[in-house]
């Protein structure tokens, strides 16, 4: 995954210089949020099976009855 997020953030940063959109915001924050539903896709692709998520939850520091309630 971290490999992903590296290049990601190359052909953003690329993407942007070369057609200098980060001068007109409005664009950007579309294509942000589309960018974090896609990375959110792929966690959730990557952890697959509930119990994963749940133990996943747990190391990032949430109370056990939320990382259950999140994973359902």
Not at 15 to 29: I, K, T
Not at 38 to 45: A, L
Request: glycine content about 4%; charged content about 30%.
């Amino acid at each position: 995954m971290e490999y992903r997020n590296r290049k990601l953030a190359e052909c953003a940063r690329g993407w942007f210089n070369y057609y200098e959109v980060s001068e007109y915001y409005r664009p950007v924050s579309g294509l942000d949020e589309w960018l974090h539903r896609r990375i959110r896709m792929c966690y959730w692709k990557q952890w697959r099976y509930t119990r994963t998520q749940v133990s996943t939850f747990l190391k990032l520091g949430t109370y056990k009855k939320e990382a259950i309630n999140d994973s359902s």
